[in-house]
């Protein structure tokens, strides 16, 4: 029975990778916004999955918030905000998608190659949550890096979050108030972005965060 | 021992009778979702007929190699798919059913027919070779990558013992498992020439890979290697089939029921997969071929994960 449970508690969580990836490989906003809103899905799939395993049942409060604020009001914020920007068709990523994979790929050896080395000692659920977490939060570092348009810097930082939050349901004993604190600390990120946005697009007429650069006065 | 080899000739027949039938089957169904009737499912097998009746021409130009591939890529093809355990597992053949082998099988076919599509010296020849390799090159490697990471995870890469680790209640709910699906099966479209890659139906110049390197050929030739993609399409499914649902397939032979009951089994899973196919071809949109290498791309990306989180999920 404990392998079932293990089975499916890696099953949740290596999808949530996986989502991580596909968020790589998308190039259009609104399917990168439909696919951050499947992850914090499965995200909230397996945190109530840990709050099974866990016996812990304030975990489902947890499981609750992702399925609200992140899979349903966020992206339907973030799709607002990409129609009133009149950006839903383009995307520019800096670098292309085959070494954005490659190097996703990089992150994830790293990650495990760490995390299984440092928590030798932990239990088996929080080990490999705790390795998953790191890539998902490395890979939506990359999102963030690889792409120019702010929208999509947003939502590699909100998936970064999703690992921030996967990590901390795997560690037993998280107090509650963290993680609420968390959850609505991102919402309000979401707010402060949302208005720094359309002052971007006001300020220079596109929100590709190149044209920022313009403005810097250490660039020759 | 006698039975055994008798089922290896078995298997070997049935593929090849099985064939075109399943493409037949495709192309219903797609035609059903298209809201067309579309012709028969027994159509591909009067195609064959017709085009062995007819003659065949030949260019002023053609080498030996131009007359020889056809049959050459259709026995590369045949063995590879009648390698694959869809009957029994423990056949006289089986330890050289190994993925790898078939791999090696099929990318031979492929070698002969792109040089074949370069014989004659036309351009369209020359156009669907050269895409044909291009997609080949990054294929192959996404390929191998997966099989690594079965190899990984099953211990072998010989077909009988995979799928007898999939068969046992070891193998439990495998993430490592699902992602190597789900990168074959974008492999198995791309190495078939299927729709988001190529157009089986059409002949229009711009887009065609399979059909450019095949547009010189006529009458039996045609008809040699039409079979041929008839029999990779099955190979592909019938290897979904034994090493992701190997279920129902028996470890030897063992006896007439348990033969009829693999057999309608196998039937089952090869045309439902045909009829996936289809929905999956008319849901989706053809891409461009530079979009190619990323399509693959995203699958030896899966593999690699695949071999990843195994090693995760290994190490505790």
Redesign the interface.
Known sequence: MS??VF??S??LA??L??MS?VLL?QDRLPSLINTFALQSLLLSLAIGWQAQAQGAPHLLVTAALAIVLKAILIPMVLRRLVRSLGIHRTIETVVG??PA?LA??AL??LA?ALM?RVTAAAN?FA??DL??ALSVVLLGLLVMVTRRNAVSQVIGFMSLENGLVLAATGAKGMPMVVETSVAFSILIALIVIGIFLFRIRERFDTVDVAALDEFRGDRQ | MIQALALQGIQGLLVIALAPLVTGVVRKTKARLLLRRGASIFQPYRDLLRLFRKESVLAHNASWLFQAAPYLVLAFTWVAAALIPVLAFNLPLGPGADFIAIVGLLGSARFVLALAGLDVGTSFGGIGSSREVMIASVGEPAMLMLIFSLALVAGSTQLSVIAAFTQSPAVGLRISLGLALLGFIMVAIAENGRIPIDNPATHLELTMVHEAMVLEYSGRHLALIELSTFLKLLAYLSLIASVFLPWGIPPTWAGGMQLASALGLFLAKVLGGAVLLAFFEVSIAKMRVFRVPQFIGAALMLALLAGLLRLVSQSF
């Open positions: 392998a079932l089975d499916v890696h099953l290596g999808s990778v996986l990836f490989y998608i085959g994979m996703g790929m994830v050896a495990m299984l088996i080990r490999e390795a998953f």
